[in-house]
């Protein structure tokens, strides 16, 4: 692809410092095609979320971007290298959902072993801390907790003092006091001028910790601006209350709601016109219990997003993960 190629948006984003850019990138798998002409830009100190459903294509772009796999066509960079350039590397960190580490070495020799990797690491017990691990320092790793063991691996993520950090799916396991406190350490790292990578399926995490969202979804990119921004994209209220009896169909009909649900007694819907809907409902005569009315979250967004049916997504059971390799950072 020659300069003339690249797109209008890729090339604004050169302008504006970006570290991480795919280009018109398409990935396929046998017949399947789980990108389709990508263009994305990472920005410097952004704290960006990538979200899709399962095989939607986001495993796929983020092992782009990190030079574990390689475009069928178009291009990806990092920090304007190419993503299997060591130069580039050195400069990022990695915590993916399960890395090979050798469980017999405590967690301080782990850190100790991984930041030997980069050229100017952090100190190791800064990064130790950083994971909250200070009382496990002494533990070897094949006896921790499966919340411990995501904390270790955020540890072997940051103990090369990172300028760009990718992190896929790192609460999984993690109780809600851990989660928490982890989600405090994403908040900090990104305020020192960090550039984060998010993926995850707590949606929640995404609305709180995120800049900018990027969803994709059939190997395209949907969305890509703020929470607020993506929220703004369905209607502007939750509702939801219970009636006794389950209300027929005939009295929820003709309503300006999106997105029914009607589960046994509870009802839950969308819409921008809460008051007329609710006031027609009383009308109707429908008896609610335990109304609740609140602004739509990036859940229902999201969902609002990648609701397709199935019958036209690409036949694919599982898109392939990243690479299970504990040199990925180095």
Known sequence: MTGAEVPAACRLGRAMDS???????HKSFRTVEALRGVDLAIHSGELVAVLGPN???????ISLMLGLRRPTRGRALLFGLDPTDR?????????LQESGVMGALQVRELVRLFSSYYPRPMPVERAIALAGLEEQARTRADRLSGGQRQRLYYALAVCGDPELLFLDEPTVGMDVESRRAFLDSIRNFAASGRTIVLTTHYLEEADELAQRVVVIDRGRVLADASP????????GRRVSFDCEPAPPAAALSGLPVQGLEVRGSHVRFLTNRAEEVLAELFRRGTAIRNLEVVGADLEEAFLALTNHAQSSRPTLSVEPGLAHTSEVTA
Do not use: D, H, N, Q
């Open 228 to 235: 607020t921004e993506i929220k703004a994209r369905v209607p």
């Open 55 to 61: 095989g939607a294509g986001k495993t796929t772009a």
């Open 19 to 25: 570290i991480v850019e795919l280009i018109a990138a």
């Open 87 to 95: 130069r580039a590397r050195s400069r990022c960190g990695v915590m």
